[in-house]
T-cell receptor
């Protein structure tokens, strides 16, 4: 069952380090979305990508955060110089255009 | 700005006790309303998509309905395995129809044996 695969499942970083989160979409899906879930908060949309293109990054913080979905390989969400407030669960979803988004099981990021 | 409000925040039911979860929304043109189920430590699992007022979808003990302002998730004769957080999300009519979703905070449902 080739669902949305995210890794690592858990990631611990010290303040100032970089965090790299990876997402492989479901087979046949070319649309990838990243969401962040803070404790006691709902899922918040961050960015929507298609292969080699960022379609909508309206939910992405302007600094330190970037995302890519290269022609080959997984989508990457990169957080530079992490701070305590970046601690959250980061979820990736994929779809095939006008179809429901299917989610991975997330990466839990903890900042020491 | 699109908004989704879910109520109640938490609900505890006895096994077999039917109830409904509410999702109120405001959106600048609704493309679709989505219901997901999320178990602890897992990602949201897709349940239903509703596109227009009056539409209904059913799956086992769950039935989702949609009006112009809200959606309901009806749970009939629930079982303990129905315990989860149920999430409602909307997608607005913008761009090409594959945009990001706006989620509510969810209803945490507990079904006691």
């Amino acid at each position: 069952n080739a669902g949305v695969m995210q890794n690592p499942r858990h990631l611990v970083r010290r303040r100032g380090q970089e965090a790299r989160l990876r997402c492989s979409p479901m087979k046949g899906h070319s649309h990838v979305y990243w969401y962040r879930q803070l404790p006691e908060e709902g899922l918040k949309f961050m960015v929507y990508l298609q292969k080699e293109n960022i379609i909508d990054e309206s939910g992405m913080p302007k600094e330190r955060f970037s995302a890519e979905f290269p022609k080959e390989g997984p989508s990457i969400l990169r957080i530079q110089q992490v701070v305590r407030g970046d601690s959250a669960a980061y979820f990736c979803a994929s779809s095939s255009g006008n179809q429901p988004q299917h989610f991975g099981d997330g990466t839990r990021l903890s900042i020491l | 700005e699109d908004q989704v409000t879910q109520s109640p925040e938490a609900l505890r039911l006895q096994e077999g006790e039917s109830s409904s979860l509410n999702c109120s929304y405001t959106v600048s043109g609704l493309r679709g309303l989505f219901w997901y189920r999320q178990d602890p430590g897992k990602g949201p699992e897709f349940l239903f998509t509703l596109y227009s007022a009056g539409e209904e979808k059913e799956k086992e003990r769950l039935k989702a309905t949609l009006t112009k302002k809200e959606s309901f998730l009806h749970i009939t004769a629930p079982k303990p395995e129905d315990s989860a957080t149920y999430l409602c999300a909307v997608q607005a009519v913008r761009g090409g129809g594959a945009d990001g979703l706006t989620f509510g905070k969810g209803t945490h449902l507990i079904i006691q044996p």
